[in-house]
């Protein structure tokens, strides 16, 4: 009797479930990405946390991230620029929304949880209690719809922070799953 094909399957299965736990999961001590928004879609920015949208920054340049934490508690968010070396450094002047469950680029009023900028060309921060499994999604955008480049953002909290992966990441992996268990089957059968 062959069992390797249904080892294989299970090797695979084991592999998938491990890469899935732990992708881009880490400590929110230290949770740290980079980006660029220079080429990226824009979308009108609130003033503040909202409820207005600003009327000169109606085409900003962002990256959004979505998240969820491990833990509930308090979380800060700081978002550094190229050249931010004092409170009023930097290239580019950046900003910082957090949002729960969604952001919609059309509205960016809806799901609004805070908004912060960095003042200046200095480092925008915001500090926040989350929820546990809930879903987040930080945004960094420019200030003015000139304002853009490169960015590094950190996250600190009680917690750990998880990425939720793209739903294209999530069906591509599932449609490799499923490949794979009917190439097994097969294999079964012709055994």
Not at 107 to 112: E, F, G, K, L, Y
Not at 131 to 150: E, P, Q
């Amino acid at each position: 009797m062959n069992t390797k094909p249904h080892n294989m399957f299970r090797l695979a299965a084991l592999a998938a479930a491990c890469l899935l736990s732990t992708a881009g999961a880490a400590h929110a001590e230290t949770y740290q990405f980079s980006g660029d928004i220079s080429s990226s879609p824009t979308f009108q920015r609130l003033i503040g946390s909202g409820p207005n949208l600003s009327t000169v920054a109606n085409a900003v340049h962002f990256n959004a991230f979505e998240f969820s934490v491990s833990q509930a508690g308090s979380y800060s968010f700081e978002s550094l620029v190229p050249g931010d070396t004092s409170p009023t450094g930097g290239v580019w002047d950046n900003y910082l929304f957090l949002y729960q469950t969604a952001f919609n680029p059309a509205d960016a009023r809806v799901n609004i949880l805070k908004g912060s900028s960095g003042l200046g060309f200095g480092a925008a921060k915001l500090s926040l209690d989350l929820s546990a499994g809930s879903r987040y999604v930080l945004v960094t955008s420019g200030y003015l719809n000139k304002d853009m480049g490169s960015f590094v953002n950190t996250i600190n909290g009680a917690g750990q922070v998880s990425p939720v992966p793209e739903p294209a990441s999530a069906a591509l992996l599932l449609a490799g799953l499923l490949a794979l268990g009917v190439m097994v089957s097969q294999g079964r059968r012709r055994a």
